[in-house]
């Protein structure tokens, strides 16, 4: 089979597998589940073979014309080089691992069959995205994502968080995608082409007529699917949603995909320095503000969906500084341990039958329960962390390391401003990362207090898939770091002294800080009674189950999925008199509220009053006027046929005559 | 002025025919029935085989009160006889009795003309048996209606057929183009043409209409006197057309022998003998029921019509 | 001829169905009025026809056509009339009113006794 | 013996002058009965009425040459129609004597309308045909059945066809109308 047929089948075979899912879901559930899995993971092995047979060449391209469109022509196109392929295969591996883990995770649920279906068509779109070398083709693989997302987010829709998340990701992403799709627009009718090398070929010429508008548009949508600030707001609510889409959505699909398309797009905005500004202001702030606000949640998956948008705010440095060798590496990195994060949260999140650090924090034991998930989680958090050598020391060391550079000013394009920028906002999060990641693992595993719960052995697909993920966490960073450049044909990635030791140190501050901190608070801890451990031990019960209802009874609890206040817990320490503003990000969503939601309910609830009162008394008037007429005319119906016929034949007399007279 | 005085003649002859062949036919009915039957009564009137039994009858019908029913619908009443009676008068005038213009008046579409207007006559039953305000007479109006609807159909096929074999409308015309062998091509449209017309005659054994032993003499229930005569004249006078109209389509009508100098008594001679089967049918067949009636129509004479006039075509067009 | 008199003739005749028609109360009555309109379309017809002369002889063809459809109009019209009586026991075109706005008072009564006489009628024949 | 043929009964006799004041003769007597046929209260006296007019019209085809048209008017019209009407009228009990309530009370409705289309197509017919005159004389004219005949076998045999279809149908019709369900069988 040719590279370019293979490659099709990525994409198509958990397209097809989702199909047949939602066609035969209910008819014949023996085939949902091999059905959800080996599409998948055929579809991995596929992208493997694609990746290694496209190598280090030269980027293939294939385009089909399936009609002529009269203006800018549509193709469904294939683009494959280092970053896709390499990509791909992220996305097939976690998916996969997503899907494994979803058997057990996702045992007993009766919408089982739909939800794998699902995810296997947001697989579908995502490798769309990553292989298609059309926007157009692009942007239908965008769109699939986002209802994709909805829908997953949404899965647990009898509870109001999860309602409110779903409705949020959808219209937050939406926001983006309008502009999104208008700087599509804007680039394709300067381009004359929706072909990424033809736009890529122009961009370079320098051919594009307004590139900081078409770049600032188009970084709209790449806020929205990737949750960078401002529009980042829909991330940590998403939580809401299963364990296993939130790993899905956040280690390889929908937030990569806004990273994916910048690097792709990087002529575009280098173009402009403007929006590289613009950009690496927005991942700065992006940066800082997730890693303060990771550090004062309360709900461990919100702590992970911050620690995502901080290492988002990294790619997008790193594209900022016009290095997107760096920020995809990064993204490779970060894909397999947060992913890994998740997927072991959810593995404790079913041990502890609660998903609050509070709680946790309370309850003795726990590692001992899930001890592979603590001695994973603990790998991956040491990663997030970028303790060398870990992977994930090597991929963010490539990002500080490209913003030196910058900040030396000897990247083209770039100025100077936006390096230092960058850098100082990553060395910052350095700090964040290291004292979040160190809170989470010590208040989730070294708690004190109660035994956990038991449920006996966790369920084998969830534990291997989280050894799986492992490996390229540790291994993959560090082995790949000298081959990588090849793939991606630019600068080397390995990490400079300078950086290396100043990153890895400021970490390890973080880290010892929030240490100092937890055992400054331990006794308090010790003194404060509990935090409620949702009370659902039985041992039968589905892990997801659990999730679903520690999400729907968490509010109950805590007054606020957020937040426990918690005098017990490092982070209030640490962060003083920020706490309460970061526990709620920075109080976004209310300066949302304030600015967009409550003119827009005003104006709602003037055009409903308008509506109401106003047309809808013309409108009674329209329907009574004819009501009244129709009891005249009613009296007219008498039944009789001769009145009829004669009124007709007077009528036809009266005509004749007017013809006759007329004509 | 000629032209006149022309047709003044022939009406004149043709209306002085109407006037004594019924009468003849009636005095023979008398005449053959009693013999039939055995019956004595009719041979006694005025000694010689009671020749005088029909003046008898004239005198007998012409002493009786002019009764009108209290309720009666009165004009109605009085106009009903000569509606029966006059349509049969018409018809003779387009009957051609002999050849070279021995005939009334040539009608072009003398066939049409003579099936129309004896179709009128049926009027009279009804009109005669709605104004009596008796209940038999109309029950006998609704059956008569009914029985001239169902045979009107097999009636016109019939002569349908003969007038396609001659190619015109017009009698004289039929008899012209008479061949003896017509006759036999003919047979069965013939059997249905004269089978059909007793049946509008409402002559044994289609008599139900004026089944005295059912509905009391029907529409004629409370006529009486010179009335009662006219209706039964009117029958007479069918007879007398029915009989001539068979043979001038199915017989051949002045065909014979000598035909150019005595053709007009070969007519008469065939009628004749044709108001003699007409008798002779009712003496010896018993009344059909109103539902045989009916079906005999429908399911024997239409059909048989049917295959008449297919026959015919087949033959016009092998021949031609 | 002056082909104003078969015209005026047709145009009476027609005004004079018309009139019976919407006056009638006996439906039957009302399809003698419909007999009298279409003799006075075929009066037009022949009449027409004499005056154009044309090869086809369109207008006596015509009027053979509306005769014989007349005819079949009669049979059927009156089926309907006899199935109209034998269900309701009267043919009295106005008071067959069914589909009238509900609680309009009907026309008076035909005759003293007659409907009634009228129902055992049609539950006689039904 | 000297024959003449006429084509046609009745015109033959007459001078056009002749042929116009029978038509007008007849005419009156067609739309006299025709009135009385629509205002007579005695129901059975309209439709013998109808039997003048309808046998007038047929006397008027004749005057106009339509030899076979008004044979078919006898014989379709008086022969059947009336005589199916007389039926239809016996059938519903029909009443000897008046009615008293022949009319409904749309009499005077339909009167206006009546008058007001006679008026308005008699002024209509008046205004087109003033000038215009048919000439009702010609031997062999196109009344004549075999002339009659040929043309509505050779040119009018579709529609003729299409006719027996409807005249089918409407034989169909009227006996399913008029048949009697057996009992026990909702109407």
């Known amino acids: 089979m040719t590279l370019t047929a293979l490659a099709a089948l990525v994409p ?138 909805y829908f997953l987010v949404g899965h647990y829709w009898e509870t109001e968080a999860a309602r409110a998340a779903s409705i949020k990701a959808f219209l937050v992403t939406k926001l983006g995608d309008v502009p999104f799709l208008i700087g599509v627009f804007a680039l394709a009718a300067d381009a004359g ?49 299963p364990t296993p889409v939130s790993a899905l959505i956040h280690a390889a699909t929908m937030v990569a995909a806004g990273i994916y398309l910048v690097a792709r797009l990087l002529p575009v905005f280098t173009a402009s320095a403007a929006a590289l500004a613009v950009l690496a202001a927005m991942a700065a702030v992006t940066m800082i503000g997730s890693g303060l606000a990771a550090l004062a949640q309360d709900d461990i998956k919100r702590v992970l969906a911050y620690s995502t948008i901080g290492q988002l705010g990294y790619m997008a440095g790193a594209l900022a500084v016009g290095n997107r060798d760096a920020a995809v590496f990064h993204l490779l990195s970060h894909g397999a341990f947060k992913a890994l994060l998740f ?79 960058v850098l100082v906002a990553g060395l910052a999060t350095a700090v964040l990362t290291g004292a979040y990641a160190s809170r989470l693992f010590l208040l989730t595993f070294l708690g004190s207090g109660p035994e956990a719960p038991d449920h006996g052995k966790q369920p084998v697909p969830m534990t291997a898939v989280l050894w799986v993920l492992a490996i390229p966490t540790v291994a993959f960073g560090g082995l790949a770091y000298r081959r990588l450049p090849d793939w991606f044909g630019g600068a080397p990635l390995g990490p400079t002294l300078t950086t290396g030791v ?111 009162e106003v047309v809808e008394t013309w409108v009674k008037g329209a329907a009574g006027a004819p009501n009244l007429l129709g009891a005249a005319v009613r009296k007219a119906q008498t039944g009789n046929v001769q009145t009829y016929l004669g009124a007709l034949l007077a009528g036809a007399v009266v005509l004749a005559v007017l013809v006759a007279v007329g004509g | 002025m000629n032209d006149t005085l022309d047709a003044l003649l022939r009406l004149v002859a043709v209306l002085v025919v109407f006037l004594v062949l019924p009468l003849l036919v009636g005095q023979t009915e008398h005449k053959v029935m009693a013999h039939m039957q055995g019956r004595l009564g009719p041979m006694y009137a005025g000694g010689f085989h009671g020749w005088a039994q029909l003046v008898a009858d004239g005198v007998k019908f012409a002493q009786k009160e002019d009764v009108v029913p209290a309720d009666a619908d ?31 008046e040539a009608v072009d579409a003398g066939l049409f003309f003579v099936l129309a207007v004896m179709g009128v006559g049926v009027l009279g039953s009804l ?91 029907g529409a004629y229930t409370e006529y009486t006197g010179m009335r009662f005569a006219l209706f039964l004249l009117s029958e007479y006078a069918g007879i007398v057309v029915l009989c001539g109209l068979t043979t001038v389509l199915f017989l051949g009508g002045w065909h014979g022998p000598w035909a150019g100098s005595v053709g007009w008594l070969w007519t008469l001679l065939k009628t004749a003998v044709l108001a003699f089967v007409v008798i002779w049918l009712r003496v010896s067949y018993p009344r059909l029921r109103e539902d045989q009636l009916m079906k005999f129509a429908w399911t024997v004479l239409i059909p048989v019509s049917l295959a008449q006039i297919a026959l015919t075509g087949v033959v016009k067009v092998v021949t031609s | 001829m002056h082909l104003i008199y078969p015209a005026v003739l047709a145009v009476l005749l027609f005004s004079i169905g018309l009139y019976g028609v919407l006056a009638r109360r006996n439906a039957i009555l009302v399809l003698m009025s419909v007999e009298l309109m279409l003799n006075a379309v075929n009066i037009n017809l022949v009449a027409f026809d004499r005056w154009l002369g044309d090869g086809l002889h369109t207008g006596q063809a015509l009027t053979l056509f509306t005769i014989t459809i007349a005819a079949a109009e009669i049979g059927l019209g009156l089926a309907i009339v006899l199935l109209v009586y034998r269900n309701r026991g009267s043919s009295d075109v106005d008071r067959l009113t069914d589909l009238a706005d509900p609680g309009r008072p009907l026309p008076e009564q035909r005759a003293p006794g007659g409907t009634a006489a009228g129902d055992e009628k049609a539950e006689a024949t039904a | 013996m000297n024959v003449v043929h006429h084509n046609a009964a009745g015109s033959g006799f007459l001078s056009p002058t002749g042929v116009e004041i029978t038509f007008v003769l007849v005419g009156l007597v067609v739309l006299g009965a025709a009135l009385v046929t629509v205002t007579t209260r005695q129901l059975v006296h309209a439709a013998l009425w109808l039997v003048v007019a309808l046998g007038g019209i047929a006397v008027e085809y004749l005057l106009l040459t339509a030899e076979f048209i008004a044979w078919v008017q006898v014989l379709i019209y008086v022969g059947s129609v009336v005589v199916l009407l007389l039926f239809g009228l016996m059938l519903t009990k029909a009443p000897i004597g008046r009615s008293p309530d022949a009319d409904s009370e749309n009499r005077w409705v339909a009167l206006g309308v009546a008058l007001a289309a006679a008026g308005t197509l008699v002024w209509v017919v008046a205004d087109a045909f003033r000038s215009t005159w048919i000439d009702v004389h010609p031997a062999n004219g196109p009344g004549a059945t075999a002339v009659t005949g040929s043309s509505l076998f050779r040119f009018w045999v579709l529609p003729f066809e299409a006719l027996s279809v409807l005249l089918l149908a409407a034989l169909v019709g009227a006996i399913v109308l008029s048949r009697r369900r057996p009992e026990g069988r909702d109407r």
């Not at chain 1, 009370?535 to 189950?545: G, Y």
């Open chain 1, 12 to 149: 198509a075979l958990p397209f097809l597998g989702a199909a047949a899912g939602l066609l035969l879901g209910r008819r014949a559930p023996g085939f949902v589940r091999p059905l959800a899995v080996l599409p998948t993971a055929t579809s991995f092995v596929l992208a493997a073979i694609v990746a290694a047979r496209q190598g280090t060449g030269p980027a293939t391209d294939a385009a089909h014309r399936l009609t002529p469109t009269g203006s800018v022509p549509i193709d469904i196109a294939l683009h494959l080089d280092g970053f896709a392929v390499l990509i791909a295969l992220l996305v097939g591996l976690v998916a996969t691992c997503v899907q494994v883990y979803s058997l057990s995770y996702l045992r007993d649920d009766p919408r089982y069959p739909s939800y794998a279906a699902v995810v296997s068509l947001f697989t579908a779109a995502m490798l769309l995205v990553v292989y298609t070398g059309d926007l157009m083709v692009l942007l239908v693989g965008w769109e699939v994502m986002g209802i994709c997302s």
């Open chain 1, 193 to 241: 082409t929706f072909r990424i090398t033809g736009i890529l070929s122009t961009a370079s010429a320098g051919g594009l007529h307004h590139p900081t508008v078409i770049a600032l548009l188009l970084l709209a949508g790449v806020a929205g699917k990737s949750a960078q600030f401002p529009l980042h707001t829909w991330l940590p609510d998403a939580m809401a949603g």
């Open chain 1, 343 to 421: 997927l072991a949260a959810g593995v404790v999140i079913h041990a502890a039958g609660t998903n609050s650090l509070t709680a946790m924090s309370r309850m003795g034991n726990l590692a001992k329960r899930v001890p592979d998930a603590a001695w994973t989680m603990g790998l991956a958090l040491a990663a997030l962390a970028a303790v060398p050598p870990l992977s994930g020391f090597f991929s963010k060391e490539s990002v500080l390391r490209a913003a030196e550079h910058a900040a030396q000013g000897d990247t083209a394009h770039v100025p100077a401003a936006v390096g230092w920028t």
């Open chain 1, 502 to 612: 100043l990153g890895t140190a400021l970490a390890l501050v973080g880290a010892l800080a929030a240490y100092s901190a937890w055992r400054a608070v331990g006794t308090t801890r010790a003194a404060v009674p509990l935090g409620a451990v949702v009370e659902n031990a039985d041992a039968d019960v589905e892990p997801a189950l659990v999730e679903a209802e520690a999400i729907a009874t968490h509010k109950e609890v805590y007054g606020d999925i957020a937040a426990a206040d918690d005098p017990g817990d490092p982070g209030r320490l640490l962060l003083g008199p920020l706490h309460g503003a970061a526990a709620h990000g920075f109080r976004l969503d209310a300066a949302y509220g304030a600015l967009f939601v409550r003119p827009v309910l005003a104006a709602t609830s003037l055009v409903r009053f308008l509506d109401r």
């Open chain 2, 74 to 104: 009165r004009r109605v009443f009085q106009l009903a006889p000569a509606v029966a009676l006059l349509p049969y008068l018409v018809v003779l005038i387009a009957i051609p009795v002999g050849p070279h213009g021995f005939v009334g």
């Open chain 2, 127 to 217: 009109m005669a048996g709605w104004a009596s305000a008796n209940k038999f007479s109309l029950l006998g109006a609704l059956r008569s209606a009914a029985q001239l609807m169902a045979y009107e159909l097999p009636m016109l096929l019939a002569a349908a057929s003969v007038a396609m074999a001659a190619g015109t409308l017009s009698l004289p015309g039929i008899v012209g183009q008479y061949h003896w062998w017509w006759t036999l091509w003919q047979l069965m449209g013939g059997l249905v043409f004269f089978t059909a017309g007793l049946a509008e005659l409402q002559r044994p054994p289609f008599d139900m209409p004026v089944a005295d032993s059912e509905i009391i003499f």
